[in-house]
């Protein structure tokens, strides 16, 4: 039963949530900080309640508090949202453990998809395509170290099994490098996230970023539901993201998106989740899957026409998938610009009053966000302040599309990427599709020099 949803999240993915639950008639909870306490989420829920002060360690991230208004409020059910608690299996297995709904997957699937050396494994036995390299951690034996790189060929790439959010990863060009390069990814990852166990596999030198959505049910169905491309990236954070991924044969992406799809009902694997793989010279190789619903869910659910935090919902009370395979399907193209409050090119917080707002509208346009005149950007959290989302019948007009809101957006009072987001859609290899992860940073360093 899902008749009263907690939100345990803040900003944009939250009011997503709200919408959701309201099409479907079920009532809604938000948690807030102090910090948040007139933020839109707090307005939209039929009821609000503050959990702490505005660090995330006292608010949001806080289980016990989250836990207890769940109680209080006789919710039946907590969607994470992204970020925050949303990958975390102890937090998962606790909201089940009180006699609730966690909208996501189970906490063991969690575990499993969260060890990155375990996810390889069970995504290589699935048949889902890996980066060449060994599935278990390297040994201490120094000369079986060396032994196994010259394997895999350099560069290589170490990696902590626990690592996440771009950390407690380390190129190694060179044999000469490999052994205080592993002793201090090691460190790190033991310090970072208490696992010091590293594993090896091949750099790739010019990748796109490709990833596959899914979502799967409690009675044995799972669907792929098409690509997204998120190759502009800064730092690890994506800018833009597009459905489907440009250039890519739509036979392959089919026979990638089956093996993973696969891989969902040998894993029993419930709820949204995406497959990230790394796509170079006609290959496509999986570095991690995202147990959770994304940022860019927004162009999928453009072109594959889905709800997708309904279907999540649905998914979660029971309900098998009202589609099947051959019900899915990619029309159009769609685009979305991640809206920050930061310097456009210091990419520092910018964080304040928003003293104006002016949103695009028209046909195949929309906006998720959170935000509007008036409205301050706290400086505690991260700086998305909204996604403008276009879709077009072809690449060229969901670009064109782009453009033109893009010109008819406006935020004042603070520092936003929107110039860079304009710059991007005037970039003559954007526009032609098919960019590897470091054309934005490449673009950067153009100006720098
Ligand atoms: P995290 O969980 O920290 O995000 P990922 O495994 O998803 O780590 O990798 C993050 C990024 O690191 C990738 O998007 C890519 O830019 C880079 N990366 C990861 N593995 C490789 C690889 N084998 N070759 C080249 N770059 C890689």
């Known amino acids: 039963m899902v008749t009263r949803v907690l939100i345990a999240n803040r900003g944009e993915i939250a009011v997503r949530v709200i919408r959701a639950c309201r099409l479907l008639g079920i009532g809604t909870v938000a948690v807030h900080s102090q910090a948040d306490a007139d933020s839109a989420h707090v307005l939209m829920a039929d009821q609000a309640l503050c959990i702490g002060p505005a660090p995330v360690r006292k608010s949001y991230l806080d289980q016990a508090a989250i836990l207890a208004v769940a109680e209080v409020t006789g919710a039946d059910a907590i969607h994470p949202g992204y970020g925050f608690l949303s990958e975390n299996a102890d937090f998962a297995d606790r909201v089940e453990a ?17 060890d990155k050396i375990s996810a390889k494994r069970a995504m290589r036995a699935a048949g889902v395509p890996c980066v060449p390299g060994l599935d278990e951690g390297l040994p201490d034996d120094p000369a079986r170290v060396v032994a196994i790189a010259r394997d895999i060929g350099y560069p290589l790439i170490l990696k902590a099994a626990g690592g996440g959010g ?8 060179r044999e000469a490098d490999l052994l205080d390069a592993l002793a201090v990814t090691r460190e790190e990852g033991r310090s970072a996230f208490g696992n010091g166990e590293i594993y090896a596999e091949r750099f790739l030198t010019h990748p796109r970023h ?49 093996r993973c799809a696969q891989a969902c009902r040998s894993i029993g694997y419930r709820g949204v989740g995406t497959f990230e793989f790394l796509y170079e010279d006609g290959s496509f190789y999986f570095i991690e899957m995202n147990t959770r619903l994304q940022v860019e869910h927004p162009v999928t659910e453009m072109t594959a026409g889905l709800d997708l935090v309904e279907l999540q919902i649905r998914v979660a009370r029971g309900e098998a998938l009202p589609l099947a395979q051959a019900d899915v399907a990619c029309r159009g193209h769609a685009f979305e610009c991640r809206l920050n409050a930061e310097d456009p090119e210091t990419f520092a917080p910018s964080p304040g009053l928003i003293t104006a707002w002016q949103m695009a509208g028209g046909p195949g346009v929309r906006v998720d966000s959170h935000a509007g005149a008036g409205y301050r950007v706290p400086p505690y959290y991260d700086s998305l302040i909204g996604k403008l989302i276009v879709h077009g019948a072809t690449r060229e007009d969901a670009l064109a599309r782009l453009r033109a809101a893009l010109g008819e957006t406006v935020v004042e009072g603070i520092r936003t990427n929107l110039p860079l987001h304009r710059r991007l859609v005037d970039d003559a290899a954007f526009g032609t599709g098919g960019v590897d992860i470091h054309h934005l940073e490449r673009m950067m360093a153009g100006d720098a020099a």
């Open 98 to 114: 009180a006699g609730l709904t966690f909208i996501g997957p189970t906490g063991a699937t969690m575990r499993i998809m969260g």
């Open 166 to 173: 771009g950390r407690g990863m380390r190129r190694v060009d």
């Open 210 to 258: 490709v990833e596959i959505q899914v979502i799967a049910d409690t009675h044995g169905n799972a669907l792929w539901l098409g690509s997204r491309d998120c190759s502009l990236q800064r730092r690890h954070q994506k800018v833009i993201e597009e459905a489907p991924a440009p250039g890519i044969d739509a036979a392959k992406i089919a026979e990638v998106g089956e």
